[in-house]
């Protein structure tokens, strides 16, 4: 069983930047792959990045060259930097885990769930 508790989320003007962090309980962590989600209101739940267990990531279009996701094994803890925000990226951030240690973009093929935090990217 792991348990995920994000925090970092808040309110924040076009342009600026926030950290998101994701805490993990279990001591397997390091062989989990993470991933970010968001979810908009009225819209379906997506992807934003993903972090294998080797470190190895992938982004979603949307957000690349602007969003960075890394992972602490150390720490269990996975991190999501955003910088460059955009109105568009208001949501509520998830974070989830995965047994398999590859990347995963679906949200079903993750079995843990954090709770969400809310960013809003005012304009």
């Known amino acids: 069983q792991v348990q995920l508790v994000e925090s970092g989320g808040g309110l924040v003007q076009a342009g600026g930047s926030l950290r998101l962090s994701c805490a993990a309980s279990?001591?397997?962590?390091?062989?989990?792959?993470m991933g970010w989600f968001r979810q908009a209101p009225g819209k379906e739940r997506e992807v934003v990045a993903t972090?294998?267990?080797?470190?190895?990531?992938v982004y979603a279009d949307s957000v690349k060259g602007r969003f960075t996701v890394s992972r602490d094994n150390a720490k269990n803890t996975v991190y999501l930097q955003m910088n460059s925000l955009k109105p568009e990226d208001t949501a509520v951030y998830y974070c989830?885990?995965?047994?398999?240690?590859?990347?995963?973009?679906?949200?079903?093929?993750?079995?843990?769930w954090g709770q969400g935090t809310h960013v809003t990217v005012s304009s």
């Open positions: 989830a885990a995965r047994d398999s240690g590859s990347y995963g973009t679906v949200p079903l093929s993750y079995a843990y």
């Open positions: 279990g001591r397997t962590f390091s062989s989990y792959a």
């Open positions: 972090i294998n267990w080797s470190g190895g990531t």
